[in-house]
């Protein structure tokens, strides 16, 4: 069993940032990647960062520059830095990794969500 544990969402003025964590924990042979996905009303869930193993990351467009991603692979942790906050940016925001349970067998595993709402 794998929980990911999603901390730090809010209510934030426009400009302003927060700071997203998520631990991964439970029965982790390895930690492939792991990231952030967000989801408005009425909108798909989206992509926001990823970072694997190797350090690459992916941002969506509409993030870059203002949204820094990083991990700690021994804590089994990553982060979502966001700055100067939109209102557009008001979703829930979901942990995301790609976990190997055994050596041979992975999955990916969801959090519950943390929301983060941003006032114009």
């Known amino acids: 069993q794998v929980q990911l544990d999603e901390s730090g969402g809010g209510l934030v003025q426009a400009g302003g940032s927060l700071t997203l964590s998520c631990v991964a924990s439970?029965?982790?042979?390895?930690?492939?990647?792991m990231g952030w996905f967000r989801q408005a009303p009425g909108n798909q869930r989206e992509l926001v960062a990823h970072?694997?193993?190797?350090?690459?990351?992916d941002y969506a467009d509409s993030v870059k520059g203002r949204f820094t991603i990083s991990r700690d692979r021994v804590q089994n942790t990553v982060y979502l830095q966001m700055n100067s906050l939109k209102p557009e940016d008001t979703a829930v925001y979901y942990c995301?990794?790609?976990?190997?349970?055994?050596?041979?067998?992975?999955?990916?595993?969801w959090g519950q969500g943390t929301q983060v709402t941003v006032s114009s």
């Open positions: 995301h990794a790609y976990i190997y349970t055994t050596r041979v067998s992975w999955s990916d595993y």
């Open positions: 439970g029965s982790i042979f390895s930690v492939i990647a």
């Open positions: 970072i694997n193993n190797g350090g690459a990351i």
